[in-house]
């Protein structure tokens, strides 16, 4: 499969714990994105890398929050001391240059459940 | 405030019948507006732009910026439609490619 990949795909965590999920885009790909879905609403984005270059980040993403991508290739997203309010699922994707960054490819996306 | 909105939660509708998913936007600017499709089981994925002015899989869409919308369309709907449909858009020039999503509508094509 060489579409976008995420993992793990679904996380349980008590609140307080911390947490990192993975996503490892498309390979030629320099643009990738992480969004955030809770239910019965469409995707938030939350943060975006072109290459290594963390380039924006949404009020969304507290300071708990932090995001990666050391190499250009896989990020990783973060969250210290989760909280309930934290519990979504957790959505990556990847696009290909400027001209195409609407064409984005989603991961399967990584659940998390704080309790 | 950029926000998209879609009215409908749910349409369900018969094989066959026509079909439109409304969509509203607010922003100031000329953005550029998409709409993306997830399948049962499948991960979301670019359905049509509404500058590239195609007909994907037989649905259109027109943006109409008088009264801010870009509705999606379909002549007879077929029931592998049936999935759930997000209207997007990408504010500015589009070059961050940071998309804000509405809130979705399933739609339900009975046989």
């Known amino acids: 499969d060489t579409g976008v990949s995420q993992n793990p795909r679904h996380k349980i965590t008590k609140r307080g714990q911390n947490v990192t999920f993975r996503c490892d885009p498309i390979?030629?790909?320099?643009?990738l994105y992480w969004y955030r879905q809770t239910l019965g609403q469409g995707p938030e984005f939350l943060t975006y890398?072109?290459?290594?270059?963390?380039?924006?980040k949404s009020r969304l993403l507290s300071d708990r929050f932090s995001a990666e991508r050391p190499k250009g290739s896989f990020s990783t997203l973060e969250i210290q001391r989760t909280e309930q309010g934290d519990s979504a699922m957790y959505l990556c994707a990847s696009s290909l240059g400027q001209a195409k960054v609407y064409e984005q490819y989603f991961g399967p996306g990584t659940r998390l459940t704080v309790t | 405030a950029q926000r998209v909105t879609q009215p409908e939660k749910l349409l369900s509708v018969f094989k066959g019948a026509p079909v439109e998913l409304k969509c509203n936007y607010s922003?100031?600017?000329?953005?550029?507006l998409f709409w993306y499709v997830q399948y049962s089981r499948q991960r979301l994925q670019l359905l049509l732009r509404h500058i590239s002015r195609e007909s994907i899989k037989g649905f259109t869409a027109d943006l109409n910026k008088g009264e801010t919308s870009f509705h999606l369309k379909k002549p007879f709907a077929q029931e592998e439609d049936s999935a759930m449909y997000y209207c997007a858009l990408i504010p500015g020039s589009g070059n961050t490619g940071k998309l804000i999503f509405g809130q979705g509508t399933t739609l339900q094509v009975k046989p």
């Open positions: 922003y100031s600017g000329s953005p550029e």
């Open positions: 890398f072109q290459n290594e270059a963390q380039l924006e």
């Open positions: 390979s030629e790909h320099n643009r």
